[in-house]
C-alpha cells in the first residue's frame, strides 16, 4: 500500500495546521499560566508582609497603650496643685520624722520652668540607719507629686557606728500654672 504523494502532502498539511493552532493557543496557554503564576506568588508575599505588619501592629499598640498609661501616671504626679511647694517641704519633713531621721535638713535650690512643667531642686540632709533612709526614699518614690534625685549620696559616721548620713539633691516636678506669668 503505498501512500500517494498528495495524500502525503495533505497529511503534513493537516499536522502542520494542527501543531501551528496547537503552537498558538499553547504558547499565550503558557504566558498567561507564567504571569498568573508570579502575581500570586506576589499576593502570597504581599500577603505575607500584611501578616508581619499586623502582628508588629498589635506590639506596637500593646506598647502604646503602656506608654499611655505611664503618660497618664506622669500628667497625674505632674498635675496643676494649689499645693505649694513649701507643703511639699512639708511632707518630705514629716517622712523624715516618721521615719526616724535625725538632723534634718531641707533648702531650696533653683526652680526652673521648661515646656509648661516647672522643677524645683531642694537640697536634703539627714542622718539615720540604711534601713531608715531606704524606707524614707520608698515613701518619696510613692509621693503624690513626681519627685526624682538628681544626686544621692551616703556617707558613713565618723565612729562607722551604723549610722549614715544622707546628702541629695531632689527635683520636685509640677505643671507650671498657666495663669502665672499673665
Given at each position: 500500500?503505498?501512500?500517494?504523494?498528495?495524500?502525503?502532502?495533505?497529511?503534513?498539511?493537516?499536522?502542520?495546521?494542527?501543531?501551528?493552532?496547537?503552537?498558538?493557543?499553547?504558547?499565550?496557554?503558557?504566558?498567561?499560566?507564567?504571569?498568573?503564576?508570579?502575581?500570586?506568588?506576589?499576593?502570597?508575599?504581599?500577603?505575607?508582609?500584611?501578616?508581619d505588619l499586623v502582628v508588629q501592629l498589635a506590639t506596637i499598640q500593646a506598647r502604646l497603650e503602656q506608654l499611655e498609661?505611664?503618660?497618664?501616671?506622669?500628667?497625674?504626679?505632674?498635675?496643676?496643685?494649689?499645693?505649694?511647694?513649701?507643703?511639699?517641704?512639708?511632707?518630705?519633713?514629716?517622712?523624715?520624722?516618721?521615719?526616724?531621721?535625725?538632723?534634718?535638713?531641707?533648702?531650696?535650690?533653683?526652680?526652673?520652668?521648661?515646656?509648661?512643667?516647672?522643677?524645683?531642686?531642694?537640697?536634703?540632709?539627714?542622718?539615720?540607719?540604711?534601713?531608715?533612709?531606704?524606707?524614707?526614699?520608698?515613701?518619696?518614690?510613692?509621693?503624690?507629686?513626681?519627685?526624682?534625685?538628681?544626686?544621692?549620696?551616703?556617707?558613713?559616721?565618723?565612729?562607722?557606728?551604723?549610722?549614715?548620713?544622707?546628702?541629695?539633691?531632689?527635683?520636685?516636678?509640677?505643671?507650671?500654672?498657666?495663669?502665672?506669668?499673665?
Amino acid at each position: 500500500m503505498r501512500i500517494d504523494r498528495q495524500q502525503l502532502v495533505i497529511g503534513l498539511l493537516a499536522l502542520a495546521v494542527i501543531a501551528g493552532f496547537g503552537a498558538v493557543g499553547y504558547y499565550p496557554l503558557i504566558h498567561k499560566t507564567h504571569r498568573i503564576n508570579r502575581i500570586v506568588e506576589q499576593r502570597r508575599q504581599y500577603m505575607e508582609k500584611t501578616d508581619d505588619l499586623v502582628v508588629q501592629l498589635a506590639t506596637i499598640q500593646a506598647r502604646l497603650e503602656q506608654l499611655e498609661e505611664v503618660e497618664r501616671e506622669y500628667n497625674r504626679r505632674i498635675s496643676i496643685n494649689s499645693q505649694d511647694v513649701s507643703e511639699v517641704w512639708g511632707q518630705i519633713a514629716d517622712e523624715m520624722k516618721t521615719h526616724g531621721l535625725q538632723d534634718q535638713v531641707i533648702q531650696p535650690r533653683e526652680q526652673t520652668e521648661t515646656n509648661g512643667v516647672q522643677c524645683n531642686t531642694i537640697s536634703l540632709e539627714c542622718t539615720g540607719s540604711l534601713p531608715q533612709m531606704f524606707a524614707f526614699l520608698q515613701a518619696l518614690d510613692r509621693f503624690e507629686r513626681l519627685i526624682r534625685f538628681r544626686k544621692l549620696e551616703l556617707q558613713n559616721d565618723e565612729e562607722f557606728s551604723g549610722r549614715l548620713k544622707l546628702i541629695a539633691d531632689a527635683r520636685v516636678y509640677c505643671q507650671a500654672d498657666p495663669l502665672v506669668g499673665r
